[in-house]
Nanobody
Framework: QVQLVESGGGLAQPGGSLRLSCAAS????????MGWYRQAPGKQRELVAV???????NYANSVKGRFTISRDNAKNTTYLQMNSLKPEDTAVYYC??????????????WGQGTLVSVSS
């Protein structure tokens, strides 16, 4: 069993910053790609940023230059630093990870989501 627990969401003003964290725990042998997705009210879930185990990153065009994804492999944790926030960044942010367990099995795991609201 593997769990992802997100933290760091909340309310920010336009132009402000927030940092999200996502920690994986459980029967983990290794974690491949980790990523952040978001779902705004009435919209489909969309990719925000992903990072490979080697540190390669990919971002949605809408967040390039404002958001930075990183990870600490020793802690099985990924972070999303969000700067220059805009009202359109308001959404529930979900962490995602591709996990190889100790059993071994391959799992795609999702966190429970954390709400980010950007408003003045």
């Amino acid at each position: 069993q593997v769990q992802l627990v997100e933290s760091g969401g909340g309310l920010a003003q336009p132009g402000g910053s927030l940092r999200l964290s996502c920690a994986a725990s459980g029967s983990i042998f290794s974690i491949n790609t980790m990523g952040w997705y978001r779902q705004a009210p009435g919209k489909q879930r969309e990719l925000v940023a992903v990072i490979s185990s080697g540190g390669s990153t990919n971002y949605a065009n809408s967040v390039k230059g404002r958001f930075t994804i990183s990870r600490d492999n020793a802690k099985n944790t990924t972070y999303l630093q969000m700067n220059s926030l805009k009202p359109e960044d308001t959404a529930v942010y979900y962490c995602n990870a591709g996990v190889l367990t100790i059993q071994p099995t391959h799992l795609e795991v999702w966190g429970q989501g954390t709400l980010v609201s950007v408003s003045s």
